[in-house]
């Protein structure tokens, strides 16, 4: 059963469609990007799943029931993009009233964060206010006050800014982890190199519409255009085959792009022919980065507006 | 509905521990005990202090000797044998701080000739105290000399105050505007107030949420409304915490006050001036007492509380609405307000007249409008409002307070998670009035 399934959702405003017939079903302990430009209706499609904003159309199905916000927020953790907590409120209290209103005891909140503090070595924040701490460390206070009720779906809307490579890793580990005890993550950012890093799966939105919906190196495959990098033991002479063209060279080094109708095999037989000593040939796949730019080149930079007629 | 009581206990919490509200709380009473002691002290310490007057009857006005001297805290000393203008001259050297001359009249005629002199201007009070002592004296001499008794003076004497009795339908009873009134005001007062300090007290409160980008967090555990209403219900507890605390304060220190400061209690406040004036003023103490005792403390206590909670918890929907919409620039949430405080100090206005003119349509309109009549009928309280229009008053009330909350719970909610837009008025009518 999946953790989540989203089915034909629309939203729209009186100038934007900012979602338009967008479905995916997520899988539990899958960790699962979000990706799209901005104004892509990414928000959006968060806020409808975290029952902010209700669908004009669509299903939302949550552990195989239908989605219900009073109750299912109880098991549901969402980092919003624009982050916030109290500035004048005691980071204890804090972390425990957030526990609490996902629907935790008093004596299970506090136990908790308790555990959570200990974890990321924020004991001494206990009562601290969050004004006093540096914008890192409320990044990583906010972390723990989404997972603190144990969510089985994680939303994380750009987890990682403002973060050091350190404090960095060590969200990455507890994503990771949570993932592993069968929670479910939607990762929604821009820094595609965290996506392919952390996501197995990944859809793309644009203007409202998914675009790309597949596993990490499902999507690469896709996307590949049988590009290689070749390292020689000389400078080869020049290069003249009907299997592939040679795109960039770097001394020894050389990158191609081998022709329709012909495999990698053709490639490795020119040289053996030419006497030139073959050290390492490896296919390059597009960087999901480079995925993303392709698709969503000729869109407009900004997201104009439009009339709606639903 | 578990959850908005956690957020009432946050908001009540978080503002009830913060130092300055502790601060606010507990000076303000001791201040107001102490300014009103200072003053008390002040008149005291006034009329404690002796002025040495020299003083020279040509007119044979007091027959040497002035009558309740001691009383207004002056020293008179009678000069005989020497000249006026000597003693003009020298009544500084001599230890006299005034000099008082009076040349010889006849007292039957108008008098207007007689100087008191000094080094810098006489105080008011100095001066009316001496010219009291001077026209009691020149009353007495033309008594005599119309050979009339004090005791018949007296009973000749009028000082009559009107006593205004209501007659409407079976019932007849005394009217007492002067205290009722006041009382009334007094509440009217005190909501309009209210409703401006905690009402833009809920603002800020939103706009934290807001600015601090927090409602986005909130919004995905409670919903909008709960966080509304729990911010609204959480700042009204803070407000009776406040009042109750400053009532017993008050009261505490007022009853503890005079064991500090000797002498503070009513008996030893002076009673201003001869036997007339002490009459009058326990005829003002007299209807004073009548007064604050046919006060009908239960209706009055009764609509207080009512309009309060109504009024509060009506403005403070509105207030919210408006927090939620303004970004973080104050001078927006000043222009955004504004449209709001206009029928708080309407309401005001027309509480004033209320006083003058308690059944003018304009005040009967004013005390059934839900959003100026927590203030204006407090201030009509006290005229015999008919019941029928009470009720209706307050029927009103409850259905503003329940079609403003709708209402700007729908703005609320749209408008907590908008960021670094401006928002207009039409869009937000068109929020409020949207399907969800």
């Known amino acids: 059963m999946n953790r989540l399934e989203v089915k034909h959702l629309k939203k729209y405003y009186t100038s934007q469609k900012a979602v338009d017939d967008i479905s995916f079903s997520l899988a539990p302990g899958s960790i699962f990007g979000l990706l799209g430009p901005n104004g892509a209706g990414k928000t959006t499609l968060i806020r409808m799943i975290t029952g902010i904003l209700y669908p004009d159309e669509g299903d939302i199905i949550f552990n195989g029931q239908p989605f219900n916000p009073d109750k299912d927020n109880a098991y549901i953790g969402y980092m919003p993009e624009e982050k916030g907590l109290y500035k004048k409120m005691k980071i204890g209290d804090q972390a425990i009233y957030l526990a609490q209103l996902k629907g935790l005891s008093k004596a299970t909140a506090i136990e908790r964060v308790k555990q959570w503090f200990i974890k990321f070595e924020m004991q001494s924040w206990w009562n601290k206010k969050v004004e006093d701490l540096s914008k890192g460390m409320q990044q990583k206070l906010q972390f723990v006050t989404t997972v603190l009720n144990d969510p089985k779906l994680i939303i994380l809307d750009e987890p990682f800014s403002g973060l050091d490579p350190v404090n960095s890793n060590l969200i990455k580990e507890e994503i990771h982890k949570l993932a592993q005890n069968g929670a479910s993550i939607i990762f929604s950012t821009h820094r595609m190199e965290q996506v392919e890093e952390i996501c197995d799966h990944i859809i793309l939105v644009n203007k409202g519409q998914k675009i790309l919906d597949g596993t990490v190196s499902g999507v690469k495959q896709q996307f590949k255009e049988n590009i290689f990098s070749i390292g020689l033991d000389s400078q080869p002479g020049p290069i003249n085959s009907p299997a592939f063209e040679v795109i960039n060279s770097r001394d020894e080094q050389l990158i ?38 392709k698709l969503v080149e000729g869109t407009p930079l900004t997201r104009q507006f439009e009339t709606v007629t639903a | 509905m578990n959850k908005i009581l956690l957020v009432i206990q946050r908001e009540y919490l978080v503002r009830v521990k913060k130092k300055s509200f502790v601060v606010t709380t507990i000076l303000v009473p001791i201040v107001i005990v102490v300014f009103y002691a200072v003053i008390i002290a002040i008149g005291m310490s006034g009329s404690s202090e002796k002025n040495k007057i020299a003083v020279i009857d040509q007119a044979n006005l007091f027959n040497g000797k002035v009558e309740n001297a001691k009383r207004d805290g002056s020293q008179y000393v009678f000069i005989t044998g020497q000249s006026p203008d000597s003693i003009k001259e020298f009544y500084p050297k001599m230890g006299y701080d005034y000099f008082l001359f009076i040349p010889p009249m006849d007292f039957s005629q108008r008098v207007n000739n007689i100087q008191l002199y000094s080094k810098s201007p006489v105080s008011v009070t ?142 030893a406040i002076p009673q201003a001036g001869p036997t007339g004036g002490m009459a009058g003023t326990m005829g003002m103490m007299e209807t004073m007492r009548t007064g604050l005792h046919s006060v009908p403390w239960v209706l009055i206590i009764g609509c207080f509380i009512f309009y309060f909670l109504g009024g509060f918890l009506l403005y403070a929907s509105l207030f919210a609405a408006v927090g939620s919409v303004v970004s973080d620039d104050q001078q927006e949430a000043q222009q955004m307000v504004f449209p709001i405080m206009m029928p708080i100090i309407l309401g005001f206005v027309i509480m004033t007249k209320a006083i003058s003119e308690p059944n003018s349509p304009l005040v009967v309109f004013g005390s059934l409008f839900p959003l100026t009549s927590p203030v204006v009928m407090m201030g009509r309280i006290m005229y015999d409002v008919p019941a029928s229009q009470l009720i209706t008053s307050m029927l009103l009330l409850v259905l503003g307070f329940l079609f403003f909350a709708w209402l700007t719970a729908k703005i609320y909610r749209t408008g907590i998670l908008m960021y670094g837009k401006k928002v207009s008025w039409k869009e937000m009518i068109k929020w409020a009035f949207r399907k969800s």
């Open chain 1, 256 to 293: 191609l792009k081998i022709k329709e109708g012909f495999r990698s095999n053709d490639v490795l037989h020119y040289f053996l022919q030419q006497q030139i000593g073959i050290n390492s040939f490896q296919e390059i796949l597009p960087s999901l980065s480079e995925i993303f730019i």
């Open chain 2, 126 to 267: 100095l001066k009316s105290k001496v010219e009291k002592t001077i026209n009691n004296a020149i009353e007495q001499k033309r008594l005599q000399s119309a050979n009339i008794s004090p005791e018949q003076y007296r009973s000749i004497k009028s000082d009559i105050s009107i006593e205004n009795k209501l007659k409407n339908g079976k019932e007849e009873k005394k009217s007492v505007a002067g205290v009722a009134s006041g009382v009334a005001f007094f509440c009217g007062m005190l909501i309009y107030i209210i409703m401006l300090i905690y009402g833009t007290m809920v603002m800020r409160g939103v706009m934290e949420e807001k600015i601090s980008r927090i409602a986005e967090v909130m919004v995905s555990s409670v919903k909008p409304f709960q966080l509304m209403m729990g911010k609204i219900i959480g700042i009204g507890a803070v407000g009776l915490t406040q009042f109750a605390i400053w009532i017993l304060l008050i009261a505490g220190l007022q009853f503890i006050l005079p064991f500090f400061i000797p002498g503070l209690d009513a008996s």
